[in-house]
């Protein structure tokens, strides 16, 4: 069973939702990122998601852009990120995912990459760009490894995408619970509920939510639907404010709260 797997069977089993928190890998450099993770572990996240910067993020909006645009020009490379997680799992055990495009893993090479991650401590992959009509060959290469391949679900997925997902995909399926880019949103929208039930219903995996998820209230709402939330550009925002013992500080209140909406919202 892999560390993602195990992870949600020791929440399932305490009736409990996950919650996953995401930041850029280097923002402001590898050395904070590697402090950071005791830090949300300790704080309440159950898996850590670290951002491979790009330098073409499509799929991200402003504040995850200027993180990986940080990230990048602090020297942070696909190779460094594998040392710092190997380096953090002298102190952590977190589940960890690598979440980024898939050039800067064609450039290093899908095996050689998926090897590397695997003796990093690197539990999971989730390619943004990287649809399951394509993932066969890649999908193959990280299992021999033993690495989860997770892929996203949208407002706008078809059945022909579900049913993709449900035989490709590891680990959790993402729920992407609006359509457009990254970025902290007002509300959560009321299809969500519906959607989420849905994909239960056809998918042998753990639904999460993300994508637009900034409160301790919205992380309630989703977690009394999903089995997990994904917390991102609220966190990131952060990075953009605070910096030192002062960001480690803002973050870890940050996700404690979040976490606390999620056991009061999860029934």
Same mark, same amino acid.
């Given at each position: ?107 290093? @090479?899908?095996?050689?990459? &998926? $090897? *590397?991650?695997? /003796?990093? =401590?690197?539990?999971? !992959? ?93 992380? @309630?709402?989703?977690?009394? &639907? $999903? *089995?997990?939330? /994904?917390? =991102?550009?609220?966190? !990131? ?31």
């Amino acid at each position: 069973m892999s560390r993602i797997a195990a992870k949600f069977e020791e929440i399932r089993k305490k009736q409990g939702k996950a919650l996953i928190t995401f930041i850029t890998a280097g923002d402001p450099e590898l050395a904070v990122t590697e402090k950071l993770v005791p830090v949300l572990e300790k704080a309440g996240a159950d898996i850590l998601e670290l951002g491979v910067p790009f330098s073409d993020p499509m799929a991200d909006g402003p504040t995850i852009q200027k993180a990986s645009e940080r990230a990048l020009s602090s020297g942070t490379t696909l190779p460094k990120i594998l040392a710092m997680v190997k380096s953090a799992r002298k102190v952590s055990q977190i589940p960890i995912i690598l979440m980024g495009y898939y050039n800067p893993i064609f450039l290093y @090479g899908p095996e050689r990459f &998926a $090897a *590397d991650a695997a /003796v990093a =401590g690197v539990d999971g !992959v989730l390619v943004v760009d990287f649809p399951p009509e394509e993932a066969g060959t890649f999908k193959k290469v990280a299992a021999r490894q033993g690495l989860d391949v997770i892929f996203l679900l949208a407002p706008t997925s078809d059945d022909a995408r579900v049913a993709k997902i449900a035989e490709y995909g590891g680990g959790f399926v993402y729920y992407v619970s609006v359509t457009g880019v990254t970025g902290a949103r007002k509300s959560v929208a009321v299809s969500v509920f519906d959607q989420v039930k849905k994909i239960k219903e056809r998918v042998n995996l753990p639904v999460v939510v993300g994508f637009g998820i900034s409160d301790p209230v919205q992380a @309630g709402q989703v977690a009394a &639907a $999903a *089995d997990g939330v /994904v917390v =991102g550009s609220a966190l !990131v925002k952060l990075f953009e404010e605070s910096s030192g013992e002062e960001l480690q500080g803002r973050l870890a209140t940050f996700v404690a709260a979040i976490r606390d909406g999620i056991d009061k919202g999860k029934q």
